[in-house]
């Protein structure tokens, strides 16, 4: 009677090449895990600016977005990675008052991601009744995010002057 199997040596020759591709497929899962965080949080932040736009037309008022650590208030540091809050802003202010609704909030919890706004976008962005973004002095309001990984490999979203936001590839963070 013959008993068919593997040798001792074939086993160890066969986890030797899988181990052996594990480590060359790492590095690549690792790069687009990272890019899949990035654009979750791309998506998220222009997943809440429609939303915005979306609140302004139909409450006919101003409704901002504005970044968040709490859920609750505004950061006043243009930190957006921790999260970030959208409500009606009756006071005109870009900053969330006592007694302002609070229409929504998002917490990416995404580690290793910076979000970062340009001076028109640093701290809040605005929708007027008309669904176009203005700043509380009456200006126009358009401007950039910058969303990075750890990697070179990021995200742009753009906010444009009628207050349509888009998402671009980023070359170097």
Known sequence: ???????????????????ILAM???????????RQRVIGATNSLLNAMHL?????????????LC???????CRDDGVWADGWIWFADQGNTGDRMDGEPLIGHAAPGLTDVQISGNSPVR???????????????????MGSFTICGQSAEGRSVIVSSIGRPRSEPLQGC
Not at 1 to 19: D, P
Not at 67 to 73: C, I
């Open 123 to 141: 701290n809040y962005v605005s929708y007027v009744p008309r669904g176009t973004t203005q700043r509380t002095s009456g200006a126009l309001q």
């Open 24 to 34: 060359l497929a790492a590095p690549a899962f690792s790069q687009m895990l990272e």
């Open 67 to 73: 970044p968040s650590n709490d859920g609750k208030t």
């Open 1 to 19: 009677m013959r008993h068919q199997g593997f040798t001792a040596i074939e086993l160890m020759v066969t986890i030797g090449v899988l181990a």
């Open 52 to 64: 915005a736009r979306s609140e302004a037309l139909k409450r006919n008022e101003r409704v901002t």
